[in-house]
Protein backbone atom coordinates (compact mmCIF):
# COMPACT_ATOMS: atom_id res chain seq x y z
CA UNK A 1 0.00 0.00 0.00
CA UNK A 2 1.07 3.54 -0.93
CA UNK A 3 2.68 5.90 1.69
CA UNK A 4 1.25 8.91 2.51
CA UNK A 5 3.26 12.44 3.60
CA UNK A 6 2.31 15.46 4.15
CA UNK A 7 5.05 18.72 4.34
CA UNK A 8 3.71 21.73 6.28
CA UNK A 9 5.74 25.13 7.30
CA UNK A 10 4.25 26.48 10.68
CA UNK A 11 5.62 29.04 13.05
CA UNK A 12 5.96 28.43 16.79
CA UNK A 13 2.75 28.89 17.91
CA UNK A 14 0.76 26.68 14.91
CA UNK A 15 -0.38 29.14 12.46
CA UNK A 16 0.32 28.85 8.53
CA UNK A 17 3.22 31.45 7.66
CA UNK A 18 2.24 34.48 5.01
CA UNK A 19 3.45 33.43 1.90
CA UNK A 20 6.24 36.63 1.74
CA UNK A 21 8.93 36.35 3.73
CA UNK A 22 12.75 35.07 3.87
CA UNK A 23 11.81 32.15 5.53
CA UNK A 24 8.85 30.74 3.99
CA UNK A 25 10.61 31.06 0.59
CA UNK A 26 13.34 29.29 1.94
CA UNK A 27 11.36 26.64 2.56
CA UNK A 28 9.57 26.72 -0.43
CA UNK A 29 12.45 26.57 -2.79
CA UNK A 30 15.77 25.06 -1.05
CA UNK A 31 16.84 21.85 -1.70
CA UNK A 32 16.18 20.70 1.77
CA UNK A 33 12.89 22.41 1.98
CA UNK A 34 9.86 21.60 0.07
CA UNK A 35 11.58 20.51 -3.21
CA UNK A 36 13.36 17.85 -1.27
CA UNK A 37 10.45 15.84 -1.06
CA UNK A 38 8.79 16.65 -4.03
CA UNK A 39 12.07 15.04 -6.08
CA UNK A 40 11.47 11.92 -3.99
CA UNK A 41 7.69 11.43 -4.21
CA UNK A 42 5.61 9.54 -6.64
CA UNK A 43 2.51 12.06 -7.08
CA UNK A 44 1.65 15.17 -5.34
CA UNK A 45 -1.57 15.55 -3.81
CA UNK A 46 -3.77 18.18 -5.01
CA UNK A 47 -6.73 19.83 -2.96
CA UNK A 48 -10.11 18.47 -3.87
CA UNK A 49 -8.61 15.38 -4.31
CA UNK A 50 -9.68 12.70 -1.61
CA UNK A 51 -11.67 10.56 -2.89
CA UNK A 52 -9.46 9.97 -6.28
CA UNK A 53 -6.49 9.28 -3.21
CA UNK A 54 -8.74 6.91 -1.27
CA UNK A 55 -9.51 4.28 -4.88
CA UNK A 56 -6.15 4.71 -5.90
CA UNK A 57 -3.74 3.88 -2.26
CA UNK A 58 -4.82 0.78 -2.06
CA UNK A 59 -3.61 -0.42 -5.63
CA UNK A 60 -0.10 0.90 -5.19
CA UNK A 61 3.20 -0.91 -3.75
CA UNK A 62 4.81 0.29 -0.48
CA UNK A 63 7.18 2.46 -2.54
CA UNK A 64 4.50 4.84 -4.09
CA UNK A 65 4.90 7.65 -1.83
CA UNK A 66 2.10 10.83 -2.51
CA UNK A 67 2.87 13.87 -0.99
CA UNK A 68 0.56 16.74 0.49
CA UNK A 69 2.25 20.17 0.63
CA UNK A 70 0.56 22.52 3.10
CA UNK A 71 1.29 25.83 2.70
CA UNK A 72 -1.51 27.37 1.12
CA UNK A 73 -4.42 28.50 3.31
CA UNK A 74 -6.05 26.20 0.57
CA UNK A 75 -4.12 23.63 1.72
CA UNK A 76 -5.12 23.66 4.72
CA UNK A 77 -8.85 21.81 4.05
CA UNK A 78 -6.72 18.79 2.41
CA UNK A 79 -4.76 18.59 5.69
CA UNK A 80 -8.34 18.17 7.95
CA UNK A 81 -9.37 15.26 5.20
CA UNK A 82 -5.83 13.88 5.15
CA UNK A 83 -6.57 13.29 8.84
CA UNK A 84 -10.58 12.63 8.90
CA UNK A 85 -9.49 9.65 7.15
CA UNK A 86 -6.59 8.60 8.99
CA UNK A 87 -4.72 8.98 5.67
CA UNK A 88 -1.39 10.13 6.66
CA UNK A 89 1.46 7.91 7.41
CA UNK A 90 4.57 10.61 7.57
CA UNK A 91 4.53 14.23 8.31
CA UNK A 92 7.38 16.47 8.15
CA UNK A 93 6.59 20.03 9.79
CA UNK A 94 9.09 22.97 9.07
CA UNK A 95 9.12 24.71 12.45
CA UNK A 96 9.91 28.55 11.65
CA UNK A 97 11.15 30.15 14.34
CA UNK A 98 8.76 33.30 14.97
CA UNK A 99 5.21 33.62 16.27
CA UNK A 100 2.24 35.03 14.05
CA UNK A 101 0.01 35.82 17.10
CA UNK A 102 -3.12 35.38 14.59
CA UNK A 103 -3.60 33.92 10.96
CA UNK A 104 -4.32 30.62 10.03
CA UNK A 105 -4.20 27.55 12.55
CA UNK A 106 -2.62 24.25 11.52
CA UNK A 107 -2.68 22.88 14.28
CA UNK A 108 -6.39 22.20 15.18
CA UNK A 109 -6.56 20.03 12.22
CA UNK A 110 -4.81 17.01 13.65
CA UNK A 111 -6.69 13.84 15.25
CA UNK A 112 -5.75 12.95 18.09
CA UNK A 113 -2.61 10.68 17.47
CA UNK A 114 0.43 9.24 18.55
CA UNK A 115 3.51 10.08 16.33
CA UNK A 116 6.97 8.76 16.43
CA UNK A 117 9.86 11.54 16.27
CA UNK A 118 12.09 10.07 13.44
CA UNK A 119 14.72 12.63 13.15
CA UNK A 120 14.80 16.21 13.55
CA UNK A 121 17.19 18.86 11.65
CA UNK A 122 18.09 22.14 11.92
CA UNK A 123 19.33 25.08 9.79
CA UNK A 124 21.34 27.95 10.06
CA UNK A 125 18.64 29.76 9.13
CA UNK A 126 16.86 28.73 13.04
CA UNK A 127 14.71 26.44 11.24
CA UNK A 128 13.95 23.43 12.17
CA UNK A 129 12.49 20.09 9.85
CA UNK A 130 10.81 17.56 12.31
CA UNK A 131 10.07 14.03 10.59
CA UNK A 132 7.07 12.40 12.57
CA UNK A 133 5.66 8.92 11.74
CA UNK A 134 2.91 7.50 12.51
CA UNK A 135 2.90 5.15 15.57
CA UNK A 136 0.60 1.73 16.37
CA UNK A 137 0.25 2.92 20.05
CA UNK A 138 -2.12 5.62 21.32
Known amino acids: MARIQVVTAITLDGFLPEPAGALVSWVRND ?14 ILPHSIL ?29 GLFLYDLVDELVVYQLPFSAGQGIPVLNTFRPQHWELHKTTSFSNGICRLIYRKSCKM
Open 52 to 80: DLLCEKDNRDDSFIYLAEIIEPESVELLR
Open 31 to 44: RRGFPFWRERCSAL
